[in-house]
Nanobody, 125 residues
Framework: QVQLVESGGGLVQAGGSLRLSCAAS????????MAWFRQAPGKEREFVSG????????YYADSVKGRFTISRDNAKNTVYLRMNSLKPNDTAVYYC????WGEGSKIRALDYVYWGQGTQVTVSS
């Protein structure tokens, strides 16, 4: 089992940047593929990005490709999401999720068992 805690959200102007972090408990972090999802008010939770166990393979939603970068540090039990060129429609609660022995490519929220509590990202125009 793994517990996840996100941080790094906040208020930023359009065009700005933020880096989200997700710290995981336990000594088996490298056994989990990790992903970031987001959920805007009134909308379903959507996949943003995923990363493989080793960090060598990454996946992105088309809406964030070229602007967001996912990475992980298995020594620190942490996954990151660097978000550049932020837009108002990036405003959402961002969640990290873990998938035991996964690939990081699953885009359905129901395929992930472990979730953090979320961190709010607000982009003003």
């Amino acid at each position: 089992q793994v517990q996840l805690v996100e941080s790094g959200g906040g208020l930023v102007q359009a065009g700005g940047s933020l880096r989200l972090s997700c710290a995981a408990s336990g000594r088996t972090f490298s056994s989990y593929a990790m992903a970031w999802f987001r959920q805007a008010p009134g909308k379903e939770r959507e996949f943003v990005s995923g990363i493989s166990l080793s960090g060598l393979t990454t996946y992105y939603a088309d809406s964030v490709k070229g602007r967001f970068t996912i990475s992980r540090d298995n020594a620190k039990n942490t996954v990151y999401l660097r978000m550049n060129s932020l837009k108002p429609n990036d405003t959402a609660v961002y969640y990290c999720a873990a998938d035991l022995w996964g690939e990081g490519s699953k885009i359905r929220a129901l395929d992930y068992v472990y979730w953090g509590q979320g961190t709010q990202v607000t982009v003003s125009s």
